[in-house]
């Protein structure tokens, strides 16, 4: 456990927190107006490695070289030229700290942090942190590493929990939940729509996907898989067999046969590490590729849990879903996150080779538009 100190005075700026994995969906803009909830669970917090707003650098720019250097082998729009290791915490987690009102930034309905540091310490005003709550931003507050010391506190520390036992907790992530949004008639408003959330991590997982399929066809279990996943991939890859076979893999699922090329997994919640099998996820080689997926993402993928409405009468029993009003569905077919995909992709060496490069190099706003 740790709790986080001005670096100017020494004053405490949080609460304890225990470290985990940066969430996916760290860097996503959903909707437009849409109110998202806090990044961060509470009691948590979580290192960002590359850096995070102004000032910044187009591509034209940045040297190819130092561009690798920082992990980045395809052009992007543009890179941020701050400090990188922000520690990011939910707004509750935040102690002994005011506001600087003149540094909102471009806000609409909150913060946005386009101006740097928001918020100072108490004691002796040093910029310590951004917060950002603005519309279709995911609430955090960013703790500058410049600013703020990261100091250990006694307290328990648990062993983080086997695979077994997670699955055991079932913290499933719904692919559809209602989306709160501003600037209705009455003020709050909201729709039902697939889960931003399951878009992100699906950019996430989508670009893997291409890097693991070599330039050749990937086929994706059927149902839910399908729906996510499969649109995009007979899009961007070329048509034709044999296809490059991708199942659902990880704990209490049948142990993939050798045949299989692409494992989807989860990624364990508390330390970020992906799920493989002692012996290598398809063997003693264990050649499949592994595309990661959040826990609650992948639990729904291996279980998901019925829409339909059952049939029942007299006073409807506990956890009984009503047949009037049906099941809310969203409007339009499942689209991954654009950005968190490019993201992703930009990120991953493989999209130096040639053909994976044509790929990205053919993706024209048209196709962009139409797929994410």
């Known amino acids: 456990m740790f709790v986080f100190v001005c670096a100017g005075c020494g004053a405490e700026l949080t609460t304890s927190l225990s470290q985990v994995p940066l969430p996916v969906h760290v860097r996503q803009k959903y909707g437009n107006g849409a109110q998202l909830p806090v990044l961060m669970e509470a009691g948590t917090f979580a290192v960002d490695p590359e850096p995070w707003g102004g000032p910044w650098q187009t591509w034209d720019e940045i040297d190819q070289g130092e561009a690798e250097a920082r992990g980045i082998y395809a ?13 990011v915490i939910a707004p509750g987690d935040i102690r002994g700290t005011r506001l600087i009102p003149e540094q909102r930034g471009g806000a609409c309905c909150g913060l946005d942090g386009a101006d740097g540091p928001n918020m100072a310490c108490e004691t002796c005003a040093l910029p310590v942190a951004t917060r950002v709550d603005d519309c279709s931003l995911w609430q955090t507050v960013r703790l500058h590493p410049g600013a703020v010391h990261r100091v250990p506190v006694d307290g328990f520390r648990a062993a983080p929990l086997s695979w077994s036992e997670l699955a055991e907790e079932e913290k499933m992530t719904p692919p559809i939940e209602p989306i709160v949004t501003w ?3 009455m ?7 697939w889960s931003p959330q399951w878009e992100a991590a699906a950019g996430q997982a989508l670009a893997h996907l291409l890097v693991a399929s070599q330039g050749q066809p990937v086929k994706v279990p059927s149902g839910l898989p399908a729906d996510v996943f499969q649109r995009p991939l007979d899009a ?4 034709g067999t044999p296809k490059r076979r991708a199942v659902l893999a990880g704990p209490g699922q049948p142990s993939p046969d050798a045949g299989v090329d692409i494992l989807l997994v989860p990624v364990h919640p508390q330390t970020g590490t992906a799920w493989t099998t002692p012996i290598g996820p398809t063997g ?4 499949a590729y592994l595309v990661p997926l959040p826990l609650g993402v992948w639990l729904w993928l291996v279980s998901p849990q019925p829409y339909l409405p059952v049939p029942a009468s007299g006073r409807t029993p506990h956890e ?4 009037d009003p049906l099941p809310p569905l969203p409007h ?6 654009r950005g968190t995909f490019l993201h992703t992709l930009a990120r991953l060496p493989a999209v130096r080779d040639p053909w994976l490069r044509t790929i990205v190099e053919n993706l024209t706003q048209s196709t962009l538009t139409d797929l994410f």
């Open 75 to 87: 052009p992007v729009h543009a890179l941020s030229d701050n400090t990188p290791g922000d520690s």
């Open 320 to 323: 009984v879903l009503r047949d």
């Open 187 to 193: 003020g709050l408003n909201h729709y039902w729509s």
């Open 236 to 239: 961007l890859l070329p048509a």
């Open 284 to 287: 003693p080689t264990g050649s």
């Open 332 to 337: 339009r077919p499942f689209r991954a996150d």
């Open 183 to 185: 600037g209705g008639r």
